[in-house]
């Protein structure tokens, strides 16, 4: 496929081109389906079109979006990530991945080629920033204020520890002095939120004091942040999607000697996402858990245990189908102390039925025999609610 859209096959019911066209009332309330440019798009029925959308991501992500809106005939939100902090990291000079004698130009060519390409709003092509690099932050800000265009959101790929207590008090200022709506994702190996007690709080913290913020690239953090007052969230279809690894580093895994790969599962009662793997041999001698959404109908969870592209598509629509479903009840609750109530109390309620599942299955609560509840579920169901 040609790298310029051709004129006359334009993304239906997108006004393509109209920087003037505001990101944020497209974008309030959404949690969006990270899904990965090296695939060809596909109808995502899972998707709930009136709370949901897609962010294309990875380095054919606009091609990849076009196909999606011409070929798909996709009409719903859509985002454009090309992922430019995988392989570009953010300087004081040049935080944004462009020419330094062309920045501005080449940043506008980049915003106004995702409009092109069917994206609802534009994702500017920040590079990573790194751990306590405060220079390389300012300049994000420096540079995103001088951009003239309604459609826009700042990228902010920051790596997790910009969270930790030294460091949040500078990102909470940066960030509410960027005039436009801002996107951050969390970089670290596995987990970003789970490598520090004080992570989660402080995470909640930044989107409950800086207006319009939202978090891409990530897991059921997403419906953290949107009980909290984010602009939208974004979660990965797949594990390597929910969160990024600086561009000096190799991804980590937990599993070890190659071999097939097999789909993670989000456990609706337990409220997070194990390996069909793990759930093959944990329910090797019980009966395993079942899901009743629309895609399982009554099937059981450890069922997914096979690696071909079927049953991952199968395990897609159940996660997309099971966190999609909680979204609709969050948006059922007002906005304020009644929606952080409902998602505080759900959580502590899936903290409580790890142990409940581990006693009915008849084994302890260990990495390898049980289910362990995650330290960022454990946080969100204790942290307080704030007015």
Not at 155 to 167: A, C, F, G, K, Y
Request: contains cysteine; positive net charge; glycine residues 6%.
């Amino acid at each position: 496929m040609s790298n310029a859209p051709d004129p006359r096959r334009r993304p239906p019911a997108v006004k393509t081109l109209d920087h003037t066209v505001a990101a944020v009332p497209l974008l309030q309330g959404r949690i969006l389906l990270h899904e990965h440019a090296r695939n060809i798009p596909r109808p995502r029925p899972a998707l709930d079109d009136r709370l949901s959308g897609v962010v294309m991501t990875g380095t054919n992500a606009d091609a990849r979006a076009f196909q999606l809106r011409t070929d798909v005939g996709y009409q719903g939100t859509l985002l454009i990530d090309s992922a430019v902090y995988t392989t570009y990291t953010a300087t004081a000079e040049e935080p944004f991945m462009a020419p330094p004698d062309e920045l501005f130009a080449a940043v506008d060519t980049s915003l106004n080629f995702q409009k092109a390409r069917g994206a609802t709003a534009a994702l500017t092509p920040t590079g990573y920033i790194p751990p306590a690099n405060s220079r390389a932050l300012k300049a994000v800000m420096r540079d995103a204020n001088r951009i003239e265009r309604a459609d826009t959101l700042v990228s902010l790929p920051i790596d997790v520890t910009w969270l930790n207590q030294e460091n949040i008090a500078q990102l909470i200022a940066v960030c509410a002095k960027i005039r436009h709506p801002k996107a951050v994702i969390l970089f670290r190996q596995f987990d970003p939120l789970g490598q520090t007690k004080d992570i989660p709080a402080n995470l909640r913290r930044l989107f409950t004091e800086v207006e319009h913020m939202s978090l891409l690239r990530t897991d059921l953090a997403a419906l953290d942040v949107m009980a909290h007052g984010a602009l939208c969230a974004g979660i990965g279809v797949q594990s390597s999607l929910r969160h990024a690894i600086p561009p000096d580093e190799k991804a980590q895994i937990g599993k070890r000697g190659g071999g097939p790969t097999y789909p993670h599962i989000l456990m609706p009662q337990l409220m997070c996402f194990k390996g069909a793997e793990f759930l093959s041999k944990v329910y090797g001698n019980a009966d395993p858990a079942t899901c009743d959404c629309e895609e399982c109908d009554g099937r059981s969870l450890d069922s997914f245990y096979l690696a071909d592209g079927e049953t991952r598509r199968e395990a897609e629509n159940h996660n997309i189908r099971t966190w999609g479903a909680w979204i609709s009840d969050m948006a059922s609750y007002r906005a304020g102390s009644a929606r952080k109530t409902w998602w505080r109390n759900k959580c502590a309620a899936a903290v409580d039925r790890h142990a409940l599942e581990n006693q009915r299955i008849g084994v302890g609560a260990s990495p390898k025999s049980g289910f362990q509840a995650p330290a960022p579920l454990k946080a969100w169901a204790t942290l307080p609610v704030t007015p």
